[in-house]
């Protein structure tokens, strides 16, 4: 892949048929560009590759990723960010809002919370964009970085809670992901990641990643922040929804079950990603999510994000902007300290720790593996750095206001298409800097666009259950209970906790088993030690 010359490469096969004269200039200019600075920096031709080449793997690696920015704000801004009740709208036969305000429909937090969504996309485009950047840079390495999947969800749905309803609050968490940021950082600078990863029985440590696909799947397809085929029942806990109508008050179906119009929108949209990737076309997400997103744009539709009331107003005149350079105004250096006494602050604490280590740890290698970077003895060229870098851009994303970032397994994308320096992710992060001008339409994602992305990467995800020995009932059952309990419970930390709970306690039979067998033969040996020692007693009183 990366050993033939970069003229003959070219563009690919499509461009083969393009005039000579094109092909002279393409050469010339990835000629040029290798005996550059630039190229003598990146390594261009020690790595046998080329400035065209690279351009096309970050354009690549950029397509099968771009979905995070609208996915992973869509999440978060679900916690409510720092929307409160002050933010709600105030009946006019009441003197003050309910507290409940914050769970049902309201103006005034509704309008809240799209602007902190505005504040997020613009926070996760930073957080890639100064990532992917520093990973070029430092480590020239072709690999992306962003706020990850599943540490997103554990900050919007575990710490924070839908719309502030859970047990700390997102000044807290940021916290939380800053201390676990520099916690990584001091792990990597001392290069003890590997042995913290270890710590983990691997039936847990395999079945974490089924586990959060699972959870981001099951959150994908839900009323409010997915496709709507989840929805609550009071005799079930869940049932089957996608309604044409929900009662806002009770979130019961008014008009029919399976009559949604959005539903089948994103049904629609599912199929196209999935025969995309089927057919391995670069950006299958990316053309799911903006097929049901262009029709959802569309006014006076049943299936419009855009209804003829005082926010769907709203949020379109905002939409007509197209351009628009958006600032962060609610989620910039809002971290708070406050409440760090609580356990569940800690549980939260290691339990992005170990997550963030062990993808950190599995993905780079992975990448590593898949570029041909390492080495004899499993290493390769700016390890050290790499794993600096992505410590340093999750303090950088707490101070923005999102989640944890990591390095992302579409990053094989652009491997495969020929990136072998780090000015792959130079090329990745300019992406990102462009995306920062189209915030408005970056804003305007319905749930129902990014949930077939969520159920795509729970698919993603669950391919590691293939590694784990279900034939041993030691591994077969912790690896089940961590996976099951982190949808049903609703809980990433919960379904660890319980996993490594249930291995523990599968190991005593073994513990108690070597601890018995220790102990008969200790008593064997002081047995035999005794009879040695009354023989000796006995032959020297017949001698004497």
């Not at 000579?20 to 393409?26: L, P, T, V, Y």
């Not at 390594?43 to 065209?52: D, I, N, Q, V």
């Not at 933010?87 to 769970?103: E, G, K, R």
């Not at 049904?267 to 799911?288: A, D, H, N, P």
Request: hydrophobic share 45%.
């Amino acid at each position: 892949m990366g050993g033939e010359t970069c003229g003959e490469m070219g563009f690919g096969a499509s461009l083969k048929k393009l005039s000579n004269s094109w092909k002279k200039i393409e050469m010339s200019v990835n000629d040029a560009i290798s005996k550059s600075k630039v190229g003598k920096f990146f390594k261009l031709e020690a790595r046998k590759t080329c400035f065209t080449r690279e351009l096309r793997a970050g354009t690549a690696t950029f397509l099968t990723m771009a979905y995070i920015i609208t996915v992973n704000a869509t999440i978060i801004a679900d916690s409510g960010g720092t929307c409160l009740m002050a933010d709600c709208t105030v009946p006019a036969n009441q003197t003050a809002a309910s507290p409940d305000c914050m769970l049902k429909p309201n103006l005034g937090y509704d309008n809240c919370v799209s602007k902190t969504k505005s504040d997020l996309v613009v926070a996760t485009i930073l957080s890639a964009m100064i990532g992917s950047f520093a990973m070029g840079v430092l480590a020239n390495l072709p690999l992306a970085l962003a706020p990850g999947m599943g540490p997103n969800a554990y900050l919007a749905y575990n710490l924070v809670g839908f719309h502030g309803s859970g047990s700390i609050s997102y000044q807290t968490a940021l916290a939380v992901v800053l201390i676990e940021g520099c916690a990584f950082l001091a792990i990597s600078t001392l290069g003890v990641r590997a042995k913290i990863a270890r710590l983990m029985p691997k039936p847990v440590r395999l079945a974490c990643g089924a586990g959060i696909g699972l959870f981001i799947a099951f959150v994908g397809l839900q009323i409010h922040q997915g496709v709507g085929l989840i929805g609550p029942d009071p005799t079930t806990l869940v049932t089957i929804s996608a309604c044409a109508k929900i009662d806002p008050m009770s979130n019961t179906c008014v008009g029919g079950k399976m009559r949604s119009p959005t539903f089948w929108l994103a049904m629609v949209g599912f199929l196209m990603t999935c025969y995309g990737l089927m057919k391995e076309i670069k950006g299958s997400m990316i053309y799911g999510i903006s097929f049901i997103t262009l029709v959802s744009w569309i006014r006076g539709t049943s299936f419009t994000i855009f209804p003829k009331t005082p926010l769907g107003d709203t949020n379109y005149n905002y939409f007509k902007k197209v351009v628009d350079f958006h600032k962060i105004e609610s989620t910039f250096g809002v971290i708070s300290f406050s409440h760090f006494n609580r356990s569940a602050v800690w549980i939260a604490l290691v339990t992005l720790l170990y997550v963030d280590v062990l993808a950190t740890t599995g993905t780079l290698y992975t990448m590593a593996e898949i570029g041909g970077f390492l080495d004899d003895k499993g290493s390769f060229e700016g390890e050290y750095l790499a794993f600096i870098v992505d410590a340093s851009s999750t303090i950088v994303s707490s101070a923005l206001g999102v989640s944890p970032v990591a390095t992302y397994v579409e990053s094989s994308a652009g491997i495969k298409e020929g990136g072998r320096t780090g000015l792959t992710a130079v090329v990745i992060a300019f992406y990102f800097f462009l995306s920062l001008f189209f915030t408005p339409l970056l804003t305007s994602v319905p749930p129902w666009a990014i949930g077939p992305s969520l159920v795509i990467v729970g698919v993603v995800m669950m391919k590691v259950v293939k590694d784990i020995n279900w034939e041993n009932i030691k591994e077969a059952v912790p690896a089940f209970v961590t996976m099951s309990i982190m949808p049903l419970t609703y809980s990433i930390a919960n379904g660890i906790i319980g996993g490594i709970g249930v291995y523990i306690a599968l190991c005593l039979y073994d513990l108690m088993l070597g601890f018995i067998k220790w102990v008969n033969k200790m008593r064997k040996m002081v047995i035999k030690e005794q009879n040695q020692v009354s023989n000796g007693v006995e032959s020297m009183v017949e001698i004497i």
